[in-house]
Every structure is written in structure tokens, then in C-alpha cells.
């Protein structure tokens, strides 16, 4: 892995990213902890070099109901979770690969935020408009260029910003490894793409705020 190079931004240019992590283990399950959390994790103190604070939501501890509005009513707590992604400024797409596709979780969060769409598509404007986009997969198995592909598409229909190597991938064998040891795996396998990906999401970000897309 690279040498770590401290962001130069001044403490009054910190950004916000908010990750939805699409894992299907709920934090307290007593599963097997998360290939997809851990390289997100890393992910983060790669962003937090560039001054940029960021939020885990692990999407298997909410209540997201099936639906295409922003509010599905009485117990869903979506809106909340649109509230984080709405005050970031950038937005991380992060799922393990099922069958060869984004988790269910994944793309029930895609479902959700069809409203936006729809406003974009009334008025030419989006309340993601200025906001930059991340993806992050984790697999045993092949799909991430179709994974990339979806999300990529999601992500461009709604009005976020993609920069180039927005995007970290770790396909391979995860059998015996411990959360250290793959965290450490991840940081010296994909520490380059890890930095661009932290680099380029940061650098665009700064750009938009400085530099709101025209309306």
C-alpha cells in the first residue's frame, strides 16, 4: 500500500460521506462479522486523510420498507437514513455480491429513492445534484462489472457526480480470515484503488461545493 498522504484541507473544508452498507448481517446477529463493512472501514480511513467524516449505515439494523416513496409511513425509518444522505456530500454504495447481483438490501435502497427520481425528472433539478458517488464490492464470486454497472446507472439517473476510480472492488477466498487480517489483506491488495477512490471522491466534492452544477 502507498504511503498515506495527509489531506491539505483546512479543518473548515471537511466533508461528510455517509456509506449504506447493503451487508445481509444485522450488527448484533452473531454472524461472522462483514467483508463488505470491513473494506468500507478501510475505505474510511482512507477518506478520513482527506479530511472527510463519514457514517456507516448498516442498512440490516433499520426497518426499510418496500416501497418507491421516500415515506412509506408508520415504522419506516427510510426517511431518516435519506436525511444522513441528503446533508452528505458524498454518498458510498457498498454491497456484497449475491447470485452475481447487488444484495436485496442494496437494491431495496435503490427502490427508495425512485421519488427522487421522479423530481428530477419533473423539474430538471435533484436534491442530489452536487453530491459525488462511491462504490464499494465485496464478492467469492464474480458480477462486479454488472454490480458496478447498476449502481453506476442508479447513481448517474438520480444527479450524483461519478469521478473516475470512484470505485473499490475485492474479489477472493475469505476462508479462516479474521477482521484484522483482512483489513490488513484489503489495505495492501487494493491500497492503490483504495487511495485514488478516497482522493478523487474528495477532490470532486470540494469542486462541486465551490462550484454548484448550473440550473
Not at 98 to 123: K, P
Not at 150 to 170: E, H, K, M, R, S
Not at 190 to 203: H, K, P, T, Y
Request: hydrophobic share 40%.
Amino acid at each position: 500500500m502507498p504511503t498515506t498522504r495527509k489531506s491539505a484541507a483546512p479543518a473548515g473544508d471537511r466533508l461528510k460521506a455517509i456509506f449504506l452498507l447493503a451487508t445481509l448481517k444485522p450488527s448484533r446477529s452473531g454472524q461472522e462479522f462483514s467483508h463488505t463493512a470491513t473494506l468500507s472501514e478501510v475505505v474510511v480511513e482512507s477518506l478520513r486523510e482527506h479530511n472527510v467524516t463519514s457514517d456507516i449505515i448498516r442498512l440490516a439494523d433499520y426497518n426499510i420498507k418496500p416501497g418507491t416513496r421516500s415515506n412509506m409511513g408508520k415504522g419506516d425509518e427510510w426517511p431518516g437514513i435519506l436525511k444522513k444522505v441528503l446533508d452528505a456530500d458524498i454518498i458510498v454504495f457498498a454491497t456484497p455480491i449475491w447470485w452475481g447481483v447487488q444484495s436485496s438490501l442494496m437494491q431495496r435502497a435503490i427502490e427508495r429513492f425512485d421519488e427522487l427520481h421522479d423530481e428530477l425528472l419533473e423539474t430538471g433539478e435533484s436534491r442530489l445534484h452536487n453530491k459525488v458517488g462511491g462504490i464499494v464490492i465485496t464478492g467469492g464470486e464474480d458480477g462486479e462489472q454488472h454490480i458496478t454497472g447498476n449502481i453506476a446507472n442508479f447513481l448517474l439517473a438520480v444527479g450524483v457526480t461519478l469521478p473516475p476510480q470512484c470505485a473499490v472492488t475485492y474479489l477472493g477466498d475469505y476462508e479462516r480470515a479474521t477482521k484484522k487480517s483482512l483489513a490488513k489483506r484489503f489495505r495492501d491488495e487494493n491500497g492503490d484503488s483504495i487511495e485514488a477512490m478516497a482522493r478523487n471522491l474528495s477532490f470532486f466534492a470540494r469542486l462541486l461545493r465551490k462550484n454548484n452544477l448550473p440550473t
